[in-house]
């Protein structure tokens, strides 16, 4: 194509197709994969090295650097429809995970609601961690299909509660949960409700003034689009004066100066807000990538962003039951999302499956270049707005032709 047929083509382009034309990674293989890791855009590239270029000039100091801590937190703020104050800028699920659970005003005999069998581990580990200042741990068992069982949750729920806590949709096999419900019963408890909101943040609408949740946390690895070790934690106002952070640093407390070595006195107060979460420094590459992903995703929209994305699994999800395998996360309805797993769940674990179909599936898929997982035994992909339907057709293909080889071999 000549220059000007180019820029012509870019400019009649949709946003989602000009988004799309900054990864790289998209014009090599069909990339199925943000579940696992996100992929960089050319803009968050370009942000990534004016960091290193300032660190190998030594041209910004620290002050200047965080400003991009800043604008990466308001951007996610304003992405969430929260205010900036609500947000701590942090390193990653666990960080916001952990940071919560030492920081509730518990007293012994009080308990956690979740279901550990449906999330990661990081949600996990920390409230068993708990036990040993004399929490109980409720664990529901998740419904068959292995979504989280919102009405088992509510049941565990009494008036010792003081945490409820569920993935906003599970590692795999990927169901949407109903956080709704979920916030809205915590919250007649007085729990404090806590999504690990990894798999969703970035790709499915979230508006976290309008839904009942009182802290959500996140990296940006995933579907944010940024760098590994960054990440964010809102916490609601109505929360953050009850939550007693256990790590104390200079972000946390409220300071007279800018300056990062002063001590401004034995007498300290919290920060009023989030910022009272924050520790030590910042991984600034992580905050100059966030800073420039954000801006790509608030350009496009998030509700926007999840019509396309739905709209894509359902495709992939018809398309798939008629090549003769049907995925385990509906392809509409409220638990649909984004994920689209296939294969009997644990029947296998992370990178393999014991399925006879999963594992010659996954080979072929491999060497189709279509990225994809294998997580709890299931094949595992994911979409998010760079996908379009090019890549949907090329997955159905690449699993038609699979099937077919599994099938004879
Ligand atoms: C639901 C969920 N929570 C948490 C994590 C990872 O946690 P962290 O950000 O602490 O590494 C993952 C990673 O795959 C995940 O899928």
């Known amino acids: 194509m000549s220059l000007q047929a180019e820029t012509r083509a870019t400019k009649t382009a949709s946003p989602f197709e000009r988004f799309r034309a900054g990864f790289p990674a998209v014009r090599a293989q ?66 916001g995970t952990n940071s919560i659970a030492w920081a509730m005003p518990w007293k012994e005999g009080d308990n956690v609601v979740l279901t550990s069998d449906s999330e990661h581990p990081n949600n996990v580990y920390p409230w068993l961690r708990q036990r040993e200042r004399g929490i109980e741990v409720r664990v529901v068992q998740p419904l068959a299909n292995g979504a989280i069982d919102i009405d088992g949750m509510i049941a565990a729920m009494d008036a010792r509660t003081r945490v409820v806590t569920a993935a906003s949709a599970t590692f795999a096999p990927g169901h949407r949960t109903d956080l709704q419900r979920l916030g809205e019963a915590s919250r007649k408890r007085d729990a404090l409700f806590l999504v690990d909101g990894v798999q969703t943040a970035g790709i499915l609408h979230h508006d976290l003034s309008a839904e009942p949740i009182d802290a959500f946390a996140t990296s940006t690895s995933k579907g944010l689009l940024g760098l590994y070790a960054f990440g964010f934690l809102y916490v609601s106002p109505q929360w953050i004066d009850r939550l007693s952070p256990a790590y104390l640093s200079r972000p946390a407390v409220v300071q007279q100066t800018d300056d990062h070595s002063t001590m401004g006195g034995f007498d300290y107060a919290y920060q009023p807000d989030s910022r ?29 962003i999840e019509k ?62 279509v990225a994809h997982t294998i997580r709890r035994g299931q094949l595992r992909m994911g979409l998010h707005a760079y996908n379009n339907e090019a890549d949907v057709e090329a997955t159905i293909a690449a699993v038609r ?8 071999a």
């Open 276 to 304: 009272r979460f924050e520790v030590g420094s910042f991984n600034l590459a992580g905050a100059y990538a966030t800073d420039a992903s954000i801006s790509l995703l608030l350009d496009l929209g998030s509700k926007a």
């Open 401 to 408: 032709e699979g099937l077919a080889r599994a099938r004879k």
């Open 30 to 95: 069909t990339y199925m994969s943000i579940c696992d890791k996100m992929i960089l855009h050319d803009d968050v590239r370009v942000a990534i090295d004016a960091f290193l270029d300032h660190l190998a000039l030594a041209s910004a100091n620290r002050t200047q650097h965080e400003v991009r801590v800043g604008s990466a937190r308001e951007k996610f703020a304003q992405f969430m429809n929260v205010a900036t104050g609500t947000v701590a800028a942090t390193r990653n699920v666990s960080d």
């Open 308 to 369: 396309h994305v739905l709209s894509l699994a359902s495709r992939l999800h018809a398309g798939l039951t008629e090549v003769g395998v049907e995925p385990a996360v509906p392809g509409s309805g409220p638990q649909q999302s984004h994920i689209i797993t296939l294969g009997q769940l644990d029947a296998g674990g992370h990178g393999f499956s014991s399925d006879p179909v999963i594992e010659p599936l996954s080979k072929h898929l491999t060497q189709s270049k």
